[in-house]
């Protein structure tokens, strides 16, 4: 406890973060080896790690780097559709399915990442409203190439095709990818297990990132772009920098998403979930990681709770949103949070020195 007590701001916060992870995943580990929750919230399980992954990478790009990204569900389908024929590839390979799952999951990643490099360079150079219109061009672009895309497998290795699966030319073997039919037919390899690893990974690659050098050449430049070119920090550079680790997060988080069932579509990708990505981030709070980590699970869950109400659920839906951003966003409410904080942390430091006078003094 006195470690903990003697850490510094940013690391205390991590650690508090990475405490109620923890916490988390453990009490839902329990129940759900108890059976004393729901099958359908079962199955929320791992969408809820991948859209916790999904929340904290996009706050790298939208909270710490200060852009506006509309196309980050983009990065999640190339890392979903490529763990999927990854994973499919290695059955014959690797004979473990969470190593495959892993290798899978690194695959995404990397193709993801070189994705976000491509799209990176050009759209980096833009800053604002054209940043956003851009980042939504390209994520619609990833979903309709998606749509046109046929993957194959057979003794010969994997084939590919932007026509039909007729012109893969394989003799015998599967087909993985059936343009916008998606991907059917692969195994459910994805467990509870893995995501909270995921989410772990995440946690500790941006945290880190935040904290490090570049992380503050990266606020630096959100914070006043013009200053930080003045004292020689390669703006693009720095940017690019968080894009790519974003969308390199991402993929693997749509690796995690897409093996967690039979059957994905590109459709799935498409602008809505980027739109909803983006409110976990907004309404946890711009930069604050723990802030949508809360609001991703939290947003995740409560569809399906209200599902009791039949066709107004996505109306109480929006409502309980609005409510929400009007709360979080008062001036006043934000006051007494804040006051209610320092005074929780003023007793917890009282304490902390009355049991510290009374050890010196025995």
């Given at each position: 406890?006195?470690?903990?007590?003697?850490?510094?701001?940013e690391s205390r916060s991590n650690f508090i973060t990475y405490g109620m992870v923890i916490v988390a995943f453990v009490i839902m580990q329990a129940l759900s080896s108890m059976h004393a929750i729901s099958s359908s919230m079962t199955g929320l399980l791992v969408p809820i790690t991948a859209y916790i992954c999904m929340s904290i990478s996009l706050n790298l790009v939208v909270g710490v780097s200060g852009e506006l990204s509309l196309g980050h569900a983009g990065f999640m389908s190339v890392g979903a559709f490529t763990g999927v024929v990854a994973a499919s590839a290695l059955v014959g390979v690797v004979e473990s399915t969470m190593l495959r799952l892993l290798l899978s999951i690194i695959i995404a990643g990397i193709a993801a990442a070189l994705t976000g490099i491509l799209i990176g360079i050009p759209?980096?150079?833009?800053?604002?409203?054209y940043l956003a219109i851009v980042t939504l061009a390209f994520g619609e672009i990833i979903k309709n190439l998606l749509n046109n895309l046929y993957v194959g497998l057979d003794d010969r290795g994997l084939h590919f095709s932007m026509t039909d699966t007729a012109s893969l030319g394989m003799d015998g073997g599967k087909v993985l990818v059936n343009g916008p039919q998606g991907a059917v037919g692969f195994p459910m390899i994805s467990t509870f297990m893995a995501g909270f690893l995921l989410v772990m990974f995440t946690l500790f690659v941006v945290q880190n990132l935040i904290n490090s050098r570049s992380g503050r050449a990266i606020m630096a430049v959100r914070d006043n772009r013009i200053a930080a070119e003045s004292v020689g920090i390669d703006t693009t550079k720095y940017r690019l920098m968080a894009f790519v680790v974003s969308a390199a997060l991402a993929g693997m988080a749509g690796a995690l998403y897409a093996q967690n069932y039979?059957?994905?579509v590109p459709k799935k990708f498409d602008f809505n979930t980027s739109i909803l990505i983006l409110v976990f981030v907004v309404l946890g709070g711009m930069g604050n990681i723990r802030g949508g980590i809360i609001s991703a699970a939290l947003l995740t869950i409560l569809p399906e709770k209200l599902r009791f109400i039949g066709d107004y659920r996505m109306l109480m839906y929006a409502v309980v949103l609005i409510l929400v951003m009007l709360f979080s966003n008062n001036a006043q409410v934000r006051m007494h949070i804040t006051a209610l904080r320092d005074r929780l942390s003023r007793k917890v430091d009282n304490t902390h020195a009355a049991q510290d006078a009374k050890g010196g003094d025995a």
């Open positions: 406890m006195d470690k903990i007590r003697n850490m510094n701001k759209v980096m150079r833009l800053r604002g409203d039979t059957a994905i």
